[in-house]
């Protein structure tokens, strides 16, 4: 029969993402379930019924399911369930491993460990152009990249702590990302240009398999994997309770979408309803294809539209996979530089505010 894995209780989010982890290693997984009609059991080729952990025939039950389907290990994850099986387990299925998913302890860590990390980091050191809006809160601060770092994605914590500050201050305008994916940059940047009333966000990507190709054997290899139409539907799902009236995308090449883009632009979508752009953009966030060729035409097509005192965030300008990113920032930079106030670099973003 071969290896097996029992997962209970099987329908919670982290059971389910254990599921599928072990599928992927070719592992037989059983689930159980305490309840008598879980909408998990659909997705388990094996299903058993457990009595409650804590009623008194729980312990006989689990000992038989694990020795009937050769169970060698046990994924729990509810902390409950995990702390009876860890006392009990020795005893009742000798040699089966446990795990479990997360516990109290460890997310009173993690929220811990990210207020004072968040605290400790200063913000990033320029001279503005503009005034300041008044700043967040470190608790604010906190909360919104706890909230973005639920989306998956490459923004790390340095950039958004940047942005943050870049947010705070950048003039009216729209906010334009070129390259959104499945939305963990859109999160943070749609919650704090309303935060500083800046403007209405709008974000250009292809979400097609083909514009990814970006020349890098590596990169390309992995990206062909990817499903772009799912990766729009994921988009849609992460951005939806953020939006508001204040986000919508074009499904376009950024070249594209930069010939549409002007004042009194109206943008509909099904996800998004319509939403309308001024036409001058207050930050530009360029994080599409990151082959030389086509950064460039992301910064010929879109710079032109920056306001005075705007923004320029050139992300992974120092990128492990290839130089395109800076070798087109640099460029530009020397072309610009009478029009440029300030520009530094956090995490692998460069910034660049221009002059008013």
């Given at each position: 029969?071969?290896?097996?894995?029992?997962?209970?209780?099987a329908?919670m989010?982290?059971g389910?993402?254990?599921?599928?982890?072990?599928?992927a290693?070719?592992?037989?997984?059983?689930?159980a379930?305490?309840?008598?009609h879980?909408?998990?059991?659909?997705?388990?080729?094996?299903?058993?019924?457990?009595?409650?952990?804590?009623?008194?025939?729980?312990?006989?039950?689990?000992?038989?399911?694990?020795k009937?389907?050769?169970?060698?290990?046990?994924?729990?994850?509810?902390?409950?369930?995990?702390?009876?099986?860890?006392?009990?387990?020795?005893?009742?299925?000798?040699g089966?491993t446990?795990?479990?998913?997360?516990?109290?302890?460890d997310?009173?860590?993690?929220?811990?460990?990210?207020?004072?990390?968040?605290?400790?980091?200063?913000?990033?050191?320029?001279?503005p152009?503009?005034?300041?809006?008044?700043a967040m809160?470190?608790?604010?601060?906190?909360g919104?990249?706890?909230?973005?770092?639920?989306?998956?994605?490459?923004?790390?914590?340095?950039?958004?702590?940047?942005?943050?500050?870049?947010m705070?201050?950048?003039?009216?305008?729209?906010?334009?990302?070129?390259?959104?994916?499945?939305?963990?940059?859109?999160?943070?940047?749609?919650?704090?240009?309303?935060r500083?009333r800046?403007?209405?966000?709008?974000?250009?990507?292809?979400?097609?398999?083909e514009?990814?190709?970006?020349?890098?054997?590596?990169?390309?290899?992995?990206?062909?994997?990817?499903?772009?139409?799912?990766?729009?539907?994921?988009?849609?799902?992460n951005?939806?309770?953020?939006?508001q009236g204040?986000?919508?995308?074009?499904?376009?090449?950024?070249?594209?979408?930069?010939?549409?883009?002007?004042p009194?632009?109206?943008?509909?979508?099904?996800?998004f309803?319509?939403?309308?752009?001024e036409?001058?953009i207050?930050?530009?966030?360029?994080?599409?294809?990151?082959?030389?060729?086509?950064?460039?035409?992301?910064?010929e097509?879109?710079?032109?539209?920056?306001?005075?005192?705007?923004?320029?965030?050139?992300?992974?300008?120092?990128?492990?996979?290839g130089?395109?990113?800076?070798?087109?920032?640099?460029?530009?930079?020397?072309?610009?530089?009478?029009?440029?106030?300030?520009?530094?670099?956090?995490?692998?973003?460069?910034?660049?505010?221009?002059?008013?």
């Amino acid at each position: 029969m071969g290896e097996a894995v029992l997962v209970f209780p099987a329908g919670m989010p982290e059971g389910l993402a254990f599921r599928d982890r072990a599928k992927a290693m070719g592992l037989r997984v059983v689930g159980a379930s305490s309840l008598d009609h879980d909408p998990a059991e659909g997705g388990y080729e094996t299903w058993e019924r457990l009595p409650y952990v804590s009623e008194p025939g729980f312990d006989a039950a689990f000992a038989e399911v694990v020795k009937r389907h050769a169970v060698s290990a046990v994924h729990a994850p509810h902390h409950l369930v995990w702390r009876h099986l860890a006392e009990r387990i020795n005893d009742l299925a000798p040699g089966t491993t446990l795990t479990h998913g997360a516990l109290p302890q460890d997310n009173t860590r993690i929220y811990r460990e990210l207020r004072e990390r968040i605290a400790a980091q200063p913000p990033p050191r320029f001279w503005p152009a503009l005034p300041p809006k008044p700043a967040m809160s470190a608790l604010e601060r906190a909360g919104l990249v706890r909230l973005v770092e639920t989306i998956p994605g490459m923004c790390a914590e340095p950039k958004m702590l940047a942005v943050m500050e870049v947010m705070r201050h950048a003039p009216p305008g729209d906010v334009v990302e070129i390259g959104s994916w499945w939305g963990r940059s859109a999160a943070l940047l749609v919650w704090l240009a309303r935060r500083y009333r800046v403007g209405k966000l709008l974000c250009v990507d292809p979400w097609r398999v083909e514009n990814l190709m970006q020349g890098t054997p590596l990169v390309d290899a992995a990206a062909a994997q990817h499903d772009a139409d799912e990766a729009l539907r994921i988009f849609e799902i992460n951005l939806a309770p953020l939006a508001q009236g204040d986000l919508n995308y074009m499904r376009a090449p950024s070249a594209e979408a930069a010939q549409r883009y002007a004042p009194g632009l109206s943008v509909t979508t099904e996800a998004f309803g319509q939403v309308s752009y001024e036409g001058r953009i207050a930050v530009l966030h360029i994080d599409g294809n990151h082959s030389e060729r086509e950064v460039r035409r992301d910064v010929e097509g879109w710079t032109p539209h920056v306001a005075p005192g705007g923004w320029i965030v050139f992300d992974d300008y120092e990128w492990a996979f290839g130089d395109g990113p800076q070798v087109v920032a640099d460029a530009w930079i020397a072309a610009n530089e009478g029009r440029i106030a300030t520009r530094f670099k956090a995490g692998v973003a460069l910034f660049v505010q221009l002059k008013r």
